[in-house]
């Protein structure tokens, strides 16, 4: 399993909320003849940051981060582009004093127990991702 991580100022957050950020997945021929049609991807994103003075009482003992919440997204394993960070306009931003995202993209695991995707890696500030699209390229893992 292979995160993608991207990393988001909190100061422009807002500007995230109005200005969707697309990912375009696409799979190799070795990974949607492996996958579809018997299984699905997930996109799933973890929202969390450092905490200010309002929620340094929120943050995790083992990681010092304050969770603010998740999005997930199930998609068929062929080449698309989807929106994401439709939950940022409603995270409690007051609580860090930077949100951070990080993205996972996965095999759904229905019709197979383990991860089967290796996916490229994706970074940056909320300013360097808003109103654009990010290419993923996915392969089976081993390809």
Same mark, same amino acid.
């Given at each position: 399993?292979?995160? *993608?991580?991207?990393?988001?100022?909190?100061?422009?957050?807002?500007?995230?909320?109005?200005?969707?950020?697309?990912?375009? *997945?696409?799979?190799?021929?070795?990974?949607? /003849?492996?996958?579809?049609?018997?299984?699905?991807?997930?996109?799933?994103?973890?929202?969390?940051?450092?905490?200010?003075?309002?929620?340094?009482?929120?943050?995790?003992?083992?990681?010092?981060?304050?969770?603010?919440?998740?999005?997930?997204?199930?998609?068929?394993?062929?080449?698309?582009?989807?929106?994401?960070?439709?939950?940022?306009?409603? *995270?409690?931003?007051?609580?860090?004093?930077?949100?951070? /995202?990080?993205?996972?993209?996965?095999?759904?695991?229905?019709?197979?127990?383990?991860?089967?995707?290796?996916?490229?890696?994706?970074?940056?500030?909320?300013?360097?991702?808003?109103?654009?699209?990010?290419?993923?390229?996915?392969?089976?893992?081993?390809?």
């Amino acid at each position: 399993m292979l995160r *993608l991580a991207l990393t988001l100022a909190c100061i422009a957050a807002p500007a995230f909320a109005e200005t969707p950020t697309l990912l375009e *997945l696409h799979f190799s021929a070795a990974a949607r /003849a492996k996958i579809y049609p018997a299984e699905t991807v997930t996109v799933a994103l973890w929202y969390e940051g450092e905490p200010s003075p309002a929620g340094a009482a929120l943050a995790s003992e083992e990681m010092g981060l304050v969770w603010l919440g998740s999005e997930d997204y199930e998609v068929m394993a062929r080449d698309q582009s989807i929106r994401v960070g439709g939950l940022l306009a409603s *995270l409690p931003l007051d609580l860090v004093t930077g949100a951070m /995202a990080t993205v996972n993209v996965y095999t759904a695991r229905r019709a197979f127990e383990d991860n089967l995707l290796d996916c490229t890696l994706v970074s940056g500030t909320l300013a360097e991702f808003a109103g654009r699209s990010h290419r993923i390229d996915c392969k089976l893992i081993g390809e």
